[in-house]
């Protein structure tokens, strides 16, 4: 199964991501493109990064009724993105319906996986909220398996979470993973983290780094040493 290091492309602007793929001129990567640098940028960006060569994880998060998903999504199919998201709490219908919308007309289609809770929810507001009275353990894994029966790829998840996601959903489902840290970096806003290393080993399929990289001194240098944790190469 494919494993890879994702770089999550968290700037503002075209310009501050451009700069900084310079350093990566000869490479070709794989980037995470979220809702700030779409909302600011529209398609033409990663229309831009994709005719540089890198392969895109549109990180756009898509939530509503099935038909609006599935027509968003074969809008973002012609963007030629190679990885896309909803949030699992649309249902299993939406998610099918998302399926769909990607699979349209080809065979060729970006992995679609699913954000099960979102980290940033604690225990607290998914009982006085979301009046989920399930633990948090229990509510991500039924998630990810509503999300394996719908057909979907994976689910983005805590490397903490990985191996029992696979345990649940089996190994072909894919572990996308946030929350990565190098053993002497800064942990940021981040509180559940592990290394690369740690994440190879839990299980994690991808990871997704943002900060560590983009905002290192030398962010070709601690790509590298990404890999070379993770992949071990
Ligand atoms: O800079 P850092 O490595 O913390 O970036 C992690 C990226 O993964 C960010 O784009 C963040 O929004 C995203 N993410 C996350 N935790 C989740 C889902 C997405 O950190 N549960």
């Known amino acids: 199964m494919a494993k890879d290091v994702i770089i999550a492309c968290d700037f503002p602007g075209r310009e501050e991501t451009l700069g900084f793929l310079e350093d990566f001129k000869d490479e070709k990567l794989f980037l995470k493109i979220g809702m700030e640098l779409f909302y600011s940028q529209g398609p033409d960006i990663v229309r831009e990064i994709k005719d540089m060569g890198h392969r895109i994880f549109l990180d756009l998060k898509l939530h509503d009724i099935p038909n609006t998903v599935k027509s968003a ?6 963007l030629s993105v190679d990885m896309v998201n909803v949030h699992a709490a649309g249902t299993s219908e939406m998610m099918k319906a998302a399926l769909e919308g990607l699979s349209e007309g080809t065979e060729e289609r970006p992995l679609l996986i699913a954000v099960t809770q979102l980290t940033s929810t604690g225990k607290e ?18 998630y990810a398996l509503n999300a394996r029966n719908s057909g979907l790829d994976g689910v983005v998840c805590s490397p903490l979470e990985a191996k029992d996601v696979h ?6 489902f894919l572990t996308v993973t946030p929350g990565i840290r190098f053993k002497d970096s800064s942990a940021d806003d981040q509180k559940r983290i592990m290394t690369p290393e740690m994440a190879s080993k839990a299980g994690s399929d991808y990871i997704v780094v ?17 890999r070379k944790e993770f992949l071990g190469e």
């Open 210 to 226: 943002g900060r560590p990289v983009t905002r290192a001194d030398d962010p070709k240098e601690a790509y590298r040493r990404c």
């Open 125 to 142: 507001s998914l009982m006085s909220e979301l009046l989920i009275n399930s633990s948090m353990e229990e509510t991500v894994m039924h």
């Open 167 to 172: 345990k649940v959903c089996g190994d072909d």
């Open 73 to 78: 999504m074969k809008v973002l199919k012609g």
